[in-house]
T-cell receptor, first 110, second 120 residues
């Protein structure tokens, strides 16, 4: 059971906007920045969003992050087939003193 | 461009110690934070711990009694040892660097990962 809760799956058609949620608590998301990682099949994860809403260079502006209270969200607009991947949220937990990850959301592009 | 590469045995017997090394190029291990993260087959990510300058460490409490991390600045490598392994420790093991932005950390560079199976 992950400390951060994500829906196990999400889907959308090309061009659509999809949102993936990440629910936590006041010792993690509420007080710390959230990062999002994209894991394409059989590859290492790659940072997609850091510090809640910052994009590394090379990540398209179709990807955006936000948070409110104890929840965070990743939004993907203009969905493309190459966005089909697993997405993980992560942050530091002040009570557990660990980096915590969500369980992951498998995004399918229909 | 920082690059990381895991190496070590791909098969370890139950009750023995898993040992992995991460070789870093394009950056100095003496100046950053370096983590190990694992992913059991078909499952999510679990942070194992990190090591940073002067060899200071922080481990996941759930694994702390079995984990040891070390670093060798002369070879730009850092290592993971996990003792008393069981089948539950079968996973892809990743090494990663922690980048920092405004006092918050994230994993900005990752190794390709190494599958370690625990089996007799």
């Amino acid at each position: 059971q992950s400390v951060l809760t994500q829906p196990p799956s999400a889907s959308g058609t090309p061009g659509q906007r999809v949102t993936i949620s990440c629910s936590g608590g006041n010792s993690n998301i509420e007080t710390n920045s959230v990062n999002w990682y994209q894991q394409l099949p059989a590859t290492a994860p790659k940072v997609l969003i850091y510090h809640t809403n910052q994009r590394p260079s090379g990540v398209p502006d179709r990807f955006s992050g936000s948070k409110s209270g104890t929840s965070a969200s990743l939004a993907i607009s203009g969905l493309q087939s190459e966005d089909e991947a697993d997405y993980y949220c992560a942050t530091w937990d002040d009570s557990l003193n660990v980096v915590v990850f969500g369980g992951g959301t498998k995004l399918t592009v229909l | 461009q920082v690059q990381l590469q895991e190496s070590g045995p791909g098969l370890v017997k139950p009750s023995e110690t898993l040992s992995l090394t991460c070789t870093v190029s394009g950056g100095s291990i003496s100046t950053d934070f370096w983590s190990w993260i694992r992913q059991p087959p078909g499952k999510g990510l679990e942070w194992i711990g990190y090591i940073y300058y002067r060899g200071l460490t922080m481990y996941n409490p759930s694994l702390k009694s079995r984990v040891t991390m070390s670093m060798d600045a002369s070879t730009n490598q850092f290592s993971l040892q996990l003792s008393s392994v069981t089948a539950a420790d079968t996973a892809v093991y990743y090494c990663a660097r922690e980048g920092w932005y405004s006092s918050s950390a994230y994993f900005d560079y990752w190794g390709q990962g190494m599958l370690v199976a625990i089996s007799s």
